[in-house]
């Protein structure tokens, strides 16, 4: 009878994992859609928005959601980097383990080159290292973060970040 009752409570508690975890299909999804059907998508997966800093001239706006939020930190973050003039940049950062080595296996999947590879980014000193890789219409660029256990996807359209390339605004 005691194993009957806490059924429910790890189906609750798996539930509740599963919502930070995004998939590389949803972060492609997440890149082309707006700030406010970004905001409802994570909402309902259990995220909570954390900040959010309008587009100034030069700087591409930042609106920021963690999952999970405990003081200054989080199990995962995601972050839209937007304006008017230019298409969405998509950053999803999380604590290793399944759901990041499946969107490495998706990134090979797909068939993406690898563009660039990298250990250290100017102005970045928690980034260990990184990797680019393409297809005809993203580039998915992979960090591996000093942190252990800690990796990061950041997305943009093919032409945004040969863009972002030139200016070093990666």
């Not at 009752?5 to 609750?12: H, I, Q, R």
């Not at 919502?19 to 707006?34: A, I, Y």
């Not at 100034?56 to 959601?65: I, T």
């Not at 219409?137 to 950041?154: H, P, S, T």
Request: glycine share 8%; aromatic share 14%.
């Amino acid at each position: 009878m005691k194993q009957l009752f806490l059924y429910p409570f790890f189906a609750l508690l798996s539930f509740t994992a599963l919502g930070q975890s995004l998939s590389l299909s949803q972060l492609l999804k997440l890149q082309s859609m707006g700030k406010q059907e970004i905001g409802a998508f994570l909402g309902e997966k259990g995220w909570v928005a954390k900040s959010d800093a309008a587009p100034a001239e030069a700087k591409l706006g930042k609106a920021v959601w963690a999952f999970n939020p405990e003081g200054e930190g989080a199990d995962a973050w995601c972050i839209l980097y937007y304006s008017d003039t230019n298409p969405n940049r998509i950053l999803y950062n999380t604590q290793g383990g399944p759901a990041f080595d499946k969107i490495r296996r998706h990134v090979k999947q797909r068939h993406m080159a690898v563009l660039e590879e990298g250990e250290q980014i100017e102005g970045l000193d928690f980034v260990d290292a990184y990797t680019d890789y393409a297809d005809d219409q993203y580039v998915a660029r992979l960090y591996d973060y000093k942190q252990i256990n800690y990796y990061g996807i950041k997305i943009f359209t093919k032409e945004d970040y040969q863009k972002a390339k030139k200016t070093a605004r990666l």
